[in-house]
Structure formats: structure tokens, C-alpha cells
């Protein structure tokens, strides 16, 4: 749980950004107030296909104008309505690629799975939070939930990504920004875009790809082109963070989203009911960090239970 202080200082902070985005919308007064009351209910709202708009961080936008705030100090003195937050309250939708609103035939929703769905697991050593992260999915594939590849050496996960196409992928561990280029830990190895490319296991697929790394996919200009990598590399969906979260915290958002997701609920409403639980119990808008790519829709499809998988613990 976060102190009260903290919390409200990350609070005003986003609701300061997402304000000033929200301001920017439109200039006239009857579009804005139009505009207010389209989005007063929760709704699907999904997103230009444009790879410069695509960056703007709109799961922060706060409806709700703050003439006070703009411009000036943080406070703890503001009260802000959390539920205003565009990130709890409304699906996001946003594209995999930039031909994505033009395209003739919509990208598959679905992930047909066989009894249960495979997850590929790479895990980086080095992170202080791997061993909890390898834990759940254990237990979950001990209790007949899944079905799981565990890899934290980055060849083990080339093969298997080539060879044994998997329904769900994860990556956890640490991550960042360096020399302009992105990179994520894998093993005791440091990947970066040029490394996954050369591994050349370009196909087609719907598999759903998390991220829980330590590297936000929006600070950095090559952003477009990983969502294009991993799109090659089989994704039909991607949760990724576009700011770099707390890699202490983020497991717990992560745990969240999957139970929702292997119970059959589709990926924009488990992120977002992931994101406003975890706010509510612990206090924490990172999941306001967090945002999927592809089909809001995207589920899985198990054989003999379409609409419903077995409730993780």
C-alpha cells in the first residue's frame, strides 16, 4: 500500500498530464462539452492507427479540468476523482500496426487453445522479483490452470518461439533505455530489438505478448518497430508499459490481469478492471502506466468452453 502522501502526489501528478492532454482534445467549448458527455459513461474508446499518436499516454487522461493544478506545484491538497482517469474507467484500444483501421479483414480476437493455454515464460535472473514471478505460474500450471515453458537462457527461448508457438508469452525483468535503443533482460543477457530480429522467427500468430519489464515502450522512438518485432514473432495482442514501472511492483498487476484473462474475459476489459483493482487495494495508479495493443477483444477459445476457462487462485 502506498503512503497517503505518495499517493496523492502521484495522483495529482498524472491528473496534472492527463488534464493538460484532455485540454487538448478541442478548443471549442460546445466539441469539449460534447466530448464529456460521450465519455460520462464507461465505453470503448480505440485509438488512431498513427504511430505519433499512438505515444500519447491516454490511459492518464483526466476528464475532469483542474484550472487550479495547471502550471502550478504539486499539492496534497487537490481531490482528485481516480475514477475520472481514462484508464480506469474505459477500454483502450489501440493498434498493432498502422494499417490497423484501414484494414479489410479485422486481426483475430481469438486465441484457440487446446485444453490449456502454453505459456512461454523468459524470466531474467537478475531481478529481484523472478523467483515470485516463476512461483505463480508454477503453481498455476501445478493446479492444471496452464500449460508452461520456463526459459531464462535467451537461445532455449529462441527455439521454442520457432518450434513450440505458444499461446501466451511473458517477459520479466529488468529493462531500459540505452543509447537511444530499448533493451530487456533475458537470462544474464541484455536483448535488444537488432538481437530479436536476428533470430529471424518471423510468423504470423495471435498469441498474447506481456511485458512486465522495467522499459516504458513510449520513451523511446523505436517503439513502433518492437511492436512490429513482436507482431512477426506471432503476437496478435500486446500489454506493455509505455512509462517504465517499479519492477517490485508490477508482478502484482501482471498476477491480476491473467487470472482475469484465463477466466476467459477479454484482454482490454482484464486490463482495465486489473488496473482499477490494484488501485483500489493498494493505493498504486501504475497500472495507468500499462496498455494493450491489438483487438480489445483479444481472448482465449478453449474446445469444449468458449465463453470460460478454470478461475486461477
Known sequence: ??????????????????????????????????????????????VSGMPNEAQVPWEIVYDHPLPDLLGKEVTGEAKIEADTFWGFKHIIERPLTSGYEKAATPPPSEI???????FSLGLDMGSS??????????QWAAEGHIDLMSFDYPPDFRDALANRPADIYVLHGRGGIEGGEIWIALGKERLTRRTLESWGTGRQGNALFYLD???????????????????????????APMI????????DLMFRFMERFLQGQQAGDALRDARHEFFQETGNPLGLFYTHFGPAAQHLVAPHSPQRLPASP
Open 1 to 46: 500500500m502506498l503512503p497517503p502522501d505518495l499517493r496523492q502526489q502521484a495522483l495529482v501528478t498524472l491528473a496534472q498530464a492527463g488534464s493538460r492532454i484532455h485540454a487538448e482534445l478541442s478548443s471549442d467549448p460546445a466539441q469539449q462539452a460534447e466530448l464529456e458527455t460521450s465519455l460520462r459513461e464507461p465505453t470503448h474508446i480505440r
Open 112 to 118: 484457440p487453445i487446446k485444453e490449456r493455454p502454453l
Open 129 to 138: 522479483t523472478f523467483q515470485d514471478v516463476r512461483q505463480r505460474f508454477e
Open 213 to 239: 519489464v522495467a522499459a516504458g515502450l513510449g520513451q523511446s522512438s523505436e517503439w513502433w518497430a518492437w511492436l512490429d518485432l513482436f507482431r512477426r514473432m506471432g503476437a496478435g495482442g500486446i500489454v
Open 244 to 251: 517504465a514501472p517499479r519492477p517490485e511492483w508490477s508482478p
